[in-house]
């Protein structure tokens, strides 16, 4: 009974450690995520002692209460803090360390049918951002933060800041200093694919203003209008008695010509 209380106390702390909207004991006590971790307490103690279907009862009804669906099997420890929560889901073989934080909408989930330890492990200090998703039998380091709306489902070191689909680790963090540093040159294959794609469709674009270019010119050189041909040929259609040959063998011909006529 003596630890249950202290690990109320720590889990309340940490909501008013955690929360800048928690202001006065009277509106903690109102929280749902603080309501899910009493609940969580009270069946996972009872699921130690091999009680059956009793702690299912418990976890059930603080899900339809508060939103919050934690399987009595899982290990939670001190100071957890679940913020707003509707929609968390924590497996049965997760295991939270001290100090853990969660926002609404967070999965801890498996990958499978598979038995034994198939729910991620959150060290101490972990933060999972929004809507995360931590899935498998992995391990959230000590001091590491999730970002919202991630999918994990590889090991995140510690004290390092993993965000995407699926995540990857995008900054470290000094666990004396506090201070981040950036990752660079990060393998982003999606991003590499979209580069590549863009480049393609350039040089396709430029080769398409190339055949225009050619075809638009092919077409004015052989299928100007009359109005472009050469006035001399013109003329020669026009006016063939005017168009006489220069030669004076070729005039001779024609005057002979009209005359035998």
Not at 126 to 133: D, E, L, R, T, Y
Not at 230 to 251: F, G, I, M, T, Y
Request: hydrophobic content about 40%; charged content about 20%; glycine content about 10%.
């Amino acid at each position: 009974m003596g630890q249950f209380i202290a690990m109320l106390r720590a889990d309340i702390a940490a909501i008013f450690r955690n929360d800048p909207a928690a202001t006065n004991f009277a509106e903690v006590l109102l929280y749902p995520g603080l309501h899910a971790i009493v609940n969580h307490r009270i069946a996972h103690s009872l699921w130690r002692l091999g009680i059956p279907v009793v702690p299912r009862v418990i976890s059930q009804w603080s899900r339809f209460v508060t939103g919050i669906e934690i399987h009595p099997g899982a290990t939670i420890g001190s100071g957890f803090f679940i913020d707003h929560g509707m929609g968390t889901v924590i497996g049965e073989t997760a295991e939270i360390g001290d100090n853990v934080m969660l926002y609404q909408g967070v999965t801890l989930g498996g990958t499978g049918k598979q038995l034994g330890k198939r729910h991620p492990t959150l060290h101490d200090g972990v933060i999972v951002g929004v809507g995360a998703s931590v899935l498998g039998a992995i391990s959230i380091g000590c001091g590491a933060r999730i970002g919202g709306g991630a999918v994990v489902v590889k090991d995140v070191p510690p004290f390092s800041t993993a965000i995407g689909i699926p995540a990857r680790i995008v900054a470290t963090r000094d666990p004396i200093t506090g201070e981040s540093r950036r990752v660079e040159e990060l393998p982003d294959p999606e991003g590499d694919m979209l580069r590549d794609l863009r480049d393609r469709l350039l040089e396709i674009e430029q080769r398409f203003d190339e055949l225009v270019e050619q075809t638009s010119s092919h077409t004015h050189h052989h299928h100007h209008s009359p109005d472009t041909l050469h006035s001399d040929v013109w003329k020669q259609l026009e006016h063939p008695d005017d168009a006489a040959p220069d030669d004076p063998d070729k005039r001779k011909d024609r005057s002979y010509d009209n005359s035998s006529l």
